[in-house]
């Protein structure tokens, strides 16, 4: 049997489409956002400085002439850890609130033709080219766009194991991962 192709309209290519309808919780965008942590720009090095501060500050010195520039890189790696961990514990909120996309309801369909995004009535069609790559685990799947952005889809989004399974396969057909 042959593969059905791209918007042939056939029953094939209609039952490789799911549709799913969700709004974003707390805990998927919080997921999200931890999953690309490190990859936003500077963490790693804000990261390592402020590692490098702390050891600094802790290391032992033998005369003790320097106490106090010990003192001062301590108390700034620290002050750097503790920023980027209320980073890791309040960026989800802080996301929550300032953007609205975050608080909205979704309706997307998953087919062979692309992603149809569904609001207030009106529909539109994005070809699967618009994402770079695409990484799913038992909790969901996100969808990276070439700018870096991203669109988690949430497991729970998914009404049985078999739509879940044709998203995975669209999935698979579809984006790099």
């Known amino acids: 049997m042959d593969a059905p192709k791209e918007g042939d309209g056939s029953p094939e290519a ?12 707390r805990d998927d965008l919080a997921r999200a956002i931890r999953a690309n942590f490190f990859a936003q720009p500077g963490i790693r090095f804000n990261t390592f ?15 003790g ?31 929550m609130w300032r953007e609205p996309k975050y608080r909205q309801s979704y309706d997307l369909t998953f087919s062979d033709a692309g992603v ?4 207030n009535g009106a529909g539109s069609t994005l070809p699967w080219s618009i994402y ?15 700018d870096g952005s991203w669109v988690l889809v949430p497991g729970r989004a998914f009404a049985s194991s078999g739509d879940r399974a044709i998203f995975e396969a669209l999935i698979a057909g579809h984006v790099p991962r």
């Open 132 to 146: 770079s790559r695409a990484v799913a685990d038992g909790d969901g799947c996100l969808l990276y766009h070439r």
């Open 65 to 95: 002439a320097s106490g106090g520039l010990a003192l001062a890189s301590l108390i700034a790696g620290a002050s750097f850890m503790a920023l980027l961990l209320a980073m890791w514990f309040f960026s989800p909120d802080i996301a």
């Open 14 to 25: 209609a039952a490789r489409a799911v549709t799913v309808r969700f709004a974003y919780a």
């Open 49 to 63: 400085v402020s590692v490098c501060l702390v050891a600094i500050g802790l290391w032992p010195r033998g005369d």
């Open 116 to 119: 149809t995004f569904r609001k």
